[in-house]
């Protein structure tokens, strides 16, 4: 599939595009179509889109660097009360990759932040957007149209000599 191939960690945008409500939604809708253990589906999701909310994740000395570019952010995030399965970040991580990919099928720039486990993200989010006690947050893909096209292109990462067939030796 090309989107696999051509999707890389995209963090300049172009200054003056935004990443439309309708276009946040068509994102979401790719997350909620990832497989998930035992169907428990234990994810809510965040558009994060308000200059003001989104100066609160770039002003926190947590969040440096690039992430000061983005045009918005959809933040990836656990509802502990159906996740009942312990396989739950899996889910997780594979309705983030059903972002990132539909975000380049969209044309759409996008990398992953990660905020589940790392001590200060994790803390810094909760306080930032005063989440629930169920509530843990995920992951936070960064989002905006790149700067060109060329941004999306194809590395091979293939390395035959991490494949073994049908045992270890
Ligand atoms: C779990 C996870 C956490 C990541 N966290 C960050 C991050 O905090 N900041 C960042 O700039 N990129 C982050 N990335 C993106 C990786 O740096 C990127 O995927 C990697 O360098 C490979 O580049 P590619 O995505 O263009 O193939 C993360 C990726 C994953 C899967």
């Not at 396989?87 to 969209?106: G, R, S």
């Not at 993200?121 to 930032?128: G, H, P, Q, S």
Request: net charge negative; with cysteine; charged share 30%.
């Amino acid at each position: 599939m090309k989107e696999i191939k051509v999707r890389r960690s995209i963090r300049t945008f172009i200054e003056d595009k935004k990443v439309s409500r309708e276009s946040m939604e068509t994102l979401i809708r790719a997350a909620m179509q990832a497989p998930s253990a035992m169907n428990r589906k234990p994810w809510c999701f965040m558009v994060i889109d308000e200059e003001e909310v989104m100066k609160k994740l770039m002003q926190h000395p947590s969040f440096t660097g690039k992430i000061k570019e983005a045009k918005a952010f959809i933040l990836v995030l656990a509802d502990l009360e159906k996740a009942t399965c312990r396989l739950f970040h899996q889910d997780l991580a594979a309705a983030t990759q059903n972002i990132l990919l539909e975000a380049t099928h969209m044309g759409i720039g996008s990398y992953w932040i990660g905020v589940y486990e790392t001590d200060n993200r994790l803390e810094a989010v909760k306080e930032i957007f005063n989440l629930p006690t169920n509530i843990e947050p995920f992951s936070l893909v960064a989002l905006g149209y790149p700067k060109s096209e060329d941004d999306f292109y194809f590395r091979d990462n293939f390395d035959a000599s991490l494949i073994k067939y049908n045992g270890w030796e």
